[in-house]
């Protein structure tokens, strides 16, 4: 009996050249799909990298909203507050990077 064949171990250049050469042939119908699927991936990605803003010394990730509620409690214990909150803060910082958009 032979040796079971050996599938080719792609580079990422080379996956990239070939998923863009495919791409550029798909009719219509199929693209949407490629599209759609990719779309989600990315969004999927995206929302799953910003949950994590820093991780404990054990390497447990601390999500956004914990993050923003101990900064919130250092705060308002050391009596550090000059009016503006973490939360507030987001939410400026979000708006004046709405303007440049």
């Not at 990719?38 to 929302?47: G, V």
Request: proline letters at 3%; glycine letters at 4%; a negative charge.
């Amino acid at each position: 009996m032979g040796q079971p064949e050996q599938k080719k171990q792609y580079t990422e250049e080379e996956m990239r050249s070939e998923i863009v050469a495919v791409v550029a042939r798909l009719d219509k119908s199929f693209l949407r799909v490629v599209h759609s699927m990719m779309r989600t991936y990315s969004e999927e990605q995206l929302s799953e990298n910003e949950l994590t803003v820093i991780c404990e010394p054990d390497g447990t990730p601390v999500e956004v909203e914990k993050f923003e509620e101990e900064m919130q409690s250092a705060i308002d214990a050391k009596g550090l507050d000059d009016g503006t909150s973490v939360i507030n803060y987001k939410k400026k910082t979000e708006a004046w990077l709405g303007i440049t958009q």
